[in-house]
T-cell receptor, first 114, second 119 residues
Framework: AQSVTQPDIHITVSEGASLELRCNYS??????LFWYVQSPGQGLQLLLK??????LVQGIKGFEAEFKRSQSSFNLRKPSVHWSDAAEYFC????????????FGGGTRLMVKP | GAVVSQHPSWVICKSGTSVKIECRSL??????MFWYRQFPKQSLMLMAT?????????EQGVEKDKFLINHASLTLSTLTVTSAHPEDSSFYIC???????????????FGPGTRLTVL
């Protein structure tokens, strides 16, 4: 069975500082990995996804993530956080590129200090 | 990206009544639609997967008679919470899989969610 763990429930960073959100997955085959962002009371927006090729993927809003098979990780990074990045972030693993059968991690709430 | 809408965005109902939530893909045909439930400060839990014209596939522990799903067309799926009770209060999010008319790859697009409060 597939599973996703996001070890950090809450993270607070100062505006302009760098950010890394951790994600570890368990999946029997080649994983399709996703990062989503959810603003309060809103649905999910896809930031980026990985399924093959270059292990460093670029997403929207200046985010990137690196797939490390040896560590079963897919951590999300951003070099300089903006106040508008404050939101809930979800890592997910799916059965294919379209995101079928998505299993979500518990989420990490990001707070940004001015 | 593609647009998925949900209606209503917020609903309050009395215990024992039924509530219908609509999910529409606005600029693409969705081969598959998904319904998720999200409790406060928790992650999304997949409730069911539906394909147009066929019965929905429910996840373990989800009562299919309680949560009726109808996927009437390639752009519309509905979730009806029957005989709602306070414990059904939650944030319900749908998603639709397809390819936007604007191009791109087959992917899953999420709606904005519907907050249900049962009194």
């Amino acid at each position: 069975a597939q599973s996703v763990t996001q070890p950090d429930i809450h993270i607070t960073v100062s505006e302009g500082a760098s950010l890394e959100l951790r994600c570890n997955y368990s999946y029997g085959a080649t994983p399709y990995l996703f990062w989503y962002v959810q603003s309060p009371g809103q649905g999910l927006q896809l930031l980026l996804k990985y399924f093959s090729g270059d292990t460093l993927v670029q997403g929207i809003k200046g985010f990137e993530a690196e797939f490390k098979r040896s560590q079963s990780s897919f951590n999300l990074r951003k070099p300089s956080v903006h106040w508008s990045d404050a939101a809930e972030y979800f890592c997910a693993v799916g059965a294919n590129n379209a995101g079928n059968m998505l299993t979500f991690g518990g989420g990490t709430r990001l707070m940004v200090k001015p | 990206g593609a647009v998925v809408s949900q209606h209503p965005s917020w609903v309050i109902c009395k215990s024992g009544t039924s509530v219908k939530i609509e999910c529409r893909s606005l600029d693409f045909q969705a081969t598959t639609m998904f319904w998720y439930r999200q409790f406060p400060k928790q992650s999304l839990m997949l409730m069911a997967t539906s394909n147009e014209g066929s019965k929905a596939t429910y996840e373990q522990g989800v009562e299919k008679d309680k949560f009726l799903i109808n996927h009437a067309s390639l752009t519309l799926s509905t979730l009806t919470v029957t005989s709602a009770h306070p414990e059904d209060s939650s944030f319900y999010i749908c998603s639709a899989r397809g390819t936007s008319v604007r191009g791109g790859t087959d992917t899953q697009y999420f709606g904005p969610g519907t907050r249900l409060t049962v009194l």
